[in-house]
């Protein structure tokens, strides 16, 4: 009986022993990355780090997948790398713009909007109801929508070409735009 005891229980001390021990290798940063910036193999470090299964990271196998996309936050140094870390573009691209709209109830359609969806922006009438000539529009694309926490408005942020970008933003800031939803028809 003495015998089968001190069996089991090295047994069980060698399995806790070994699973306190189990490492993985995961990718973590060296260097600082700003947002945007384009991630260089330099910028990462293989550690060996004992993780909770709910943690998401990134193998250490993948350095060279990781290589060349673009930070999508920006990443501090020993931080340990996450798939959400990083993007094979950023938001907004090269000669586009994103565009805050606050809108009330009534200013954008029931059927909720979500980012990717064709929208259109559209000024609406005067204090007076007066419409001179057809109301200016300008196409965009939902990148998030954002109740206010009073619940009074709702910001979505749409991405527009840049150089349409102060147009909409002065208009926005009125208070006199509305949001009209196209089709989701690809």
Same mark, same amino acid.
């Given at each position: 009986?003495?015998?089968?005891?001190?069996? /089991?229980?090295? !047994?069980?001390? /060698?399995? !806790?022993?070994? @699973?306190?021990?189990?490492? +993985?290798?995961? /990718?973590?940063?060296?260097? !600082?990355?700003?947002?945007?910036?384009?991630?260089?193999?330099?910028? !990462?470090?293989?550690?060996? &780090? *004992?993780?909770?299964?709910?943690?998401? +990271?990134?193998?250490? +196998?993948? %350095?060279?997948?990781?290589?060349?996309?673009?930070?999508?936050?920006?990443?501090?140094? $020993?931080?340990?790398?996450?798939? *959400?870390?990083?993007?094979?573009?950023? /938001?907004? %691209?090269? $000669?586009?713009?994103?565009?805050?709209?606050?809108?009330?109830?009534?200013?954008?359609?029931?059927?909720?909007?979500?980012?990717?969806?064709?929208?259109?922006?559209?000024?609406?009438?005067?204090?007076?109801?007066?419409? @001179?000539?057809?109301? #200016?529009? #300008?196409?965009?694309?939902?990148? $998030? &929508?954002?109740?206010?926490?009073?619940?009074?408005?709702?910001?979505?942020?749409?991405?527009?070409? %840049?150089? %349409?970008?102060?147009?909409?933003?002065?208009?926005?800031?009125? $208070?006199?735009?509305?949001?009209?939803?196209?089709? =989701?028809? =690809?």
């Amino acid at each position: 009986m003495s015998v089968a005891t001190i069996v /089991l229980g090295s !047994l069980g001390g /060698l399995w !806790l022993w070994t @699973a306190a021990g189990h490492t +993985t290798e995961v /990718l973590a940063v060296r260097t !600082l990355v700003h947002r945007g910036e384009v991630i260089d193999r330099d910028d !990462l470090m293989t550690v060996r &780090v *004992s993780l909770d299964p709910a943690v998401q +990271t990134v193998a250490a +196998t993948q %350095a060279d997948a990781v290589a060349g996309q673009r930070a999508a936050l920006d990443l501090a140094p $020993g931080g340990l790398l996450t798939p *959400s870390d990083f993007a094979t573009s950023v /938001l907004p %691209a090269r $000669g586009t713009s994103v565009v805050g709209v606050g809108l009330a109830p009534g200013m954008l359609p029931a059927e909720p909007i979500a980012p990717g969806d064709a929208v259109r922006v559209v000024q609406t009438p005067g204090a007076q109801g007066e419409v @001179a000539d057809a109301p #200016v529009t #300008v196409s965009a694309t939902v990148v $998030g &929508v954002h109740p206010s926490e009073t619940g009074d408005q709702t910001i979505v942020d749409v991405v527009v070409p %840049a150089e %349409a970008a102060a147009d909409l933003a002065a208009r926005a800031a009125t $208070g006199k735009v509305a949001l009209v939803l196209d089709s =989701r028809e =690809r």
